[in-house]
Structures are given as structure tokens and as C-alpha cells.
């Protein structure tokens, strides 16, 4: 389905979520109650959709991160934000994930963006940013481009022109994950001197058309549709020159998939907790009468426990190779070997994770007999969230890096923004 979103329209949807929740000046303690009431929230909205087996949008859910403030955890306190590390994002990912990994995944570019105004908080146009990004407001991208371009590259077909005192952008964007419930989108181009141009602007901006046309196995409701650039207005100060060496491996956005897909795991373990809880029967052949006494599932649902205690261990530690790389920033750059060590590691994570996920995802139906393959139970929607996810960056590029990289002393590629 195509929708031209207008401002008035999405306002409508979104308030549609008319539920109470408090609206915060600063963004909530991520160790609070409100916090865990948040999740709850979040969770329960995307069990009620579930169980009316329609593609509702996830509005309240998005709508509650807003008035938690959630967006501006890294922001220093001094700046409206809670000065939170890289590592609590990456737990605050998983445990939303776990809630509604759609929800998770929308805030994916907005994290990273944030990631890019903080390096370098002190310039004007990035102050007014981060004074956006305090009050709630949401960023979402328009990258990708469908061409014989490798993936990754920072050359585009979408163009940005002068036109008097500003700009003209147009082009087609793809894929443009959370773009559909943001306040900003940024946007990728090259000028006609072949530079590399982000333009950072409002989604109700005239001529920038979203399309919710997204048809992907799973994560179906990140809003990862097609974001189209009709002659869109663009002033001065909405623009940048991106440089590939200010970020050159761009680990955070890797990572942050991984985040998704450990909040999953999580997610399946209640779902296997549920499952043998709410039999009462068992099979001929059971080590014990009742499930919840079967030895069997018991270990299986101990090794599921265990992949996600795992892949949580890991993506967080991984994260904090980032934490210690941008601490150690100088002048907002970032040094090359503390990236490159943060982006091995978010690979190194990328290899794992996945694996133990997608394993997790099949042995869920281990211990939930045929009942667990019904339509509307929604088990699969697992799987296939996490492979939708995990296609993102295949393993088998990952680990030949990785290899090449130990084996040879070869670098990581360079520059690979979002793959």
C-alpha cells in the first residue's frame, strides 16, 4: 500500500494513541519504574495488534518515546539529555526490542545521527539540532539507492542544486527505516562538484513524499518504504559536506541490528516460558507427565535463556569498544585504529549473534508442540524478523573480513554506512 503522508494526517494517526502517559522535560532514568511502564506500554500496544492480525502502525509506541524523552539519553545533562554511555543505548535497543523490535529498529538512524551531532556539539547548526533532538523530535534517513553502486558508497543518484538562497534536492530513496514516524529525515546527495551532501530536514517539507511500501518478510512496520524528493526546498543551514574519514567504519549502526536481534531472543525465551506453562498436556513419549516437569524442555528452554544471555553480553561489550573510541575523540575525530577496533568487534558480534538467534528462533516450536505452528499465534514472526535483519549484513562477508584481518593483518573495509 502507497500512503502520502501530510502533517495533518500523521498527527491524526498518531493520536489515535490517546492512552496516558506522562510527558517528560527531561528524558526518563532508564533504571526507573516509569522506564519499566514504558516497556510494558510499548509491549502491550504490539500484542493488541498482533491479536488483531492487522499492519497497525506502531504510533503510540513511537509516541511514547517521544514523551519519554528517549531520543536524547546521550545528550550531556547541561544539553537536555541524561549524558547516558553508547552501552546504555545498546541495553535501552534490547530491551525495547524485546518489547517491539519494530519500535526498536525505527529509532536505528536516530541514534547514529545523534552519534554524529555529539562529535562535534559546539558548531551552530549542530546545537539547533541537538536543541530538536532535546525537545523529542525523531530523526529518520534517506540513504539508500537502488543502482549498480555498491552498497555503501557515498556517491548518489539523488542530486542537491542551488536554487537562490538554498537548494533543491531530487531523487529516490529506499529502505528509509523509521522515516515514516520521524520529524527530521536526513538525506543523502552529491552536488554537482561530486561532494558528498547530508541535508537534514523536516518530513513535511513540500515535494518529500513517503511511501509506506515496505513488503519485507519481517519488521514489517519500521517504515522502511520508499522516500521520494520532488524538487524539495533545502536552506543553507540544513546542509553538510560529509567527509569518509570523519566516521570511517560507522560500527553503530552494524551494532545497533545485533541490539534488535538480542531484544528478540529475549522475547523468545517468555514466548517458550509461556508455551510449556499453558500446556497441559504432553506426548507419549515425554520424560515427564506435565511439560512444565519435562526434563527435555527444560534444557531447551535453558539454552535459549542462555543465546540470550550470550548475545547480550556480547553486543554490549562490543558497544563499549565505541564508548572508548568516542571518548577519546579529538576534535571530533575519531582515532582510526579505536574505530576500526569498534567496528571488528560489532562484526565479530554480527557473526555470533545472528547464529545463536536464528537457532533460538527454531527451537521455540521445540517445545510448543503443532499448537505453536498456528497462523495466530505469531511464533514465526521471530524468525522472520530476525533473518530480515540479519540479510542486512551477510555473515559470510563479516567473517572472511574478519579472517582476512587476523590472518593477513588486512583492515576492515572502509566506509560501509549502513552494510
Request: proline share 3%; net charge negative; glycine share 6%.
Amino acid at each position: 500500500m502507497t500512503v502520502h503522508y501530510l502533517l495533518d494526517s500523521k498527527e491524526k494517526q498518531r493520536e489515535r494513541a490517546h492512552r496516558d502517559f506522562p510527558t517528560f522535560t527531561t528524558p526518563i532514568a532508564i533504571d526507573s519504574i516509569e522506564f519499566q511502564q514504558l516497556l510494558t506500554k510499548i509491549a502491550e500496544d504490539a500484542e493488541r495488534r498482533r491479536k488483531a492480525d492487522t499492519e497497525e502502525h506502531p504510533y503510540y509506541g513511537v509516541k511514547l518515546i517521544r514523551q519519554a524523552k528517549l531520543g536524547a539519553l546521550r545528550l550531556p545533562v547541561e544539553l537536555g539529555g541524561s549524558g547516558v554511555s553508547i552501552r546504555d543505548i545498546f541495553q535501552v535497543v534490547i530491551r525495547l526490542a524485546e518489547a517491539d523490535p519494530d519500535v526498536a529498529h525505527i529509532l536505528r538512524y536516530h541514534y547514529y545521527q545523534v552519534e554524529l551531532f555529539l562529535l562535534n556539539p559546539h558548531t551552530e547548526q549542530n546545537k539547533q539540532y541537538l536543541k530538536k533532538v532535546a525537545a523529542g523530535e525523531l530523526i529518520g534517513n534517506a540513504f539508500t539507492e537502488i543502482s549498480k553502486k555498491d552498497v555503501g558508497t557515498l556517491t548518489f543518484e539523488t542530486t542537491i542544486t542551488p536554487d537562490g538562497d538554498g537548494y533543491r534536492l531530487n531523487g529516490t530513496k529506499y529502505f528509509s527505516t523509521g522515516t515514516l514516524y520521524a520529524d527530521l529525515v536526513a538525506v543523502m546527495a552529491t552536488s554537482p562538484e561530486g561532494q558528498t551532501i547530508s541535508a537534514i530536514i523536516p518530513t513535511d517539507r513540500e515535494g518529500l513524499i513517503l511511501e509506506d511500501d515496505w513488503d519485507g518478510i519481517g519488521q514489517r512496520l519500521t517504515g522502511s518504504g520508499t522516500t521520494r524528493l520532488n524538487h524539495v526546498y533545502v536552506q543553507k543551514d540544513e546542509v553538510t559536506v560529509v567527509h569518509v574519514d570523519d566516521t570511517p567504519f560507522n560500527s553503530h549502526l552494524q551494532l545497533y541490528l545485533q541490539a534488535v536481534i538480542t531484544g528478540i531472543v529475549h522475547n523468545i525465551v517468555a514466548d517458550a516460558k509461556a508455551l510449556v506453562l499453558g500446556r497441559a498436556r504432553s506426548f507419549t513419549f515425554a520424560a515427564a507427565n506435565t511439560p512444565s516437569a519435562d526434563p527435555q524442555l527444560l534444557q531447551i528452554i535453558g539454552q535459549l535463556s542462555s543465546s540470550a544471555f550470550a548475545a547480550e553480553t556480547i553486543v554490549l561489550e562490543a558497544a563499549s569498544a565505541q564508548d572508548k573510541a568516542v571518548r577519546l575523540a579529538v576534535n571530533g575525530v575519531i582515532d582510526f585504529s579505536l574505530s576500526h577496533k569498534a567496528s571488528l568487534r560489532a562484526a565479530q558480534a554480527k557473526v555470533i549473534v545472528d547464529e545463536l538467534a536464528l537457532k533460538a528462533a527454531s527451537f521455540l516450536f521445540d517445545v510448543g508442540g503443532a499448537s505453536a505452528t498456528r497462523k495466530s499465534a505469531h511464533l514465526d514472526r521471530h524468525w522472520r524478523n530476525i533473518r530480515t535483519i540479519a540479510s542486512h549484513n551477510p555473515d559470510v562477508y563479516k567473517s572472511r573480513a574478519i579472517g582476512d584481518y587476523i590472518v593477513n593483518g588486512n583492515e576492515l573495509p572502509i566506509k560501509s554506512v549502513y552494510f
